[in-house]
């Protein structure tokens, strides 16, 4: 079993910065290698792919809307993921998700969800 949990939202001028952290337990976790990613929801609206991260950090990809923008990284040392995101904009005010899978190339079908962390973006 693995436990996901955000930290780090909240409220951000557009232009400015914000790094979103995902720490992960669980004796599964431990064991296991897992590909892990982003995922946000604005309202109104449905879930989207935001970013994945390979075990070894060695492949990473990115929604073509945050790519450049935002870069996810992990410490797995520190069981903690992270998502830097720089040059925020009003469209990426959402619900962000950390998730997990057992194999990179599902990541966009995650088996893992954290509860979640608001950023919200103020023109």
């Known amino acids: 079993q693995v436990q996901l949990v955000e930290s780090g939202g909240g409220l951000v001028q557009a232009g400015g910065s914000l790094r979103l952290s995902c720490a992960t337990s669980?004796?599964?976790?431990?064991?296991?290698?897992?590909?892990m990613g982003w995922f946000r929801q604005a309202p109104g609206k449905e879930r989207e792919f935001v970013a994945a991260?390979?075990?070894?950090?060695?492949?990473?990809e990115y929604a073509h809307s945050v790519e450049g923008r935002f870069t996810i990284s992990r410490d797995n040392a520190k069981n903690t993921m992270y998502l830097q995101m720089n040059s925020v904009k009003p469209e990426d005010t959402a619900v962000y998700y950390c998730?997990?899978?057992?194999?990179?190339?599902?990541?966009?079908?995650?088996?893992?969800w954290g509860q979640g962390t608001q950023v919200t973006v103020s023109s």
């Open positions: 669980g004796r599964t976790f431990s064991s296991v290698s897992y590909a």
């Open positions: 991260i390979s075990w070894s950090g060695g492949n990473t």
């Open positions: 998730v997990a899978h057992r194999f990179y190339s599902s990541i966009r079908s995650p088996a893992d």
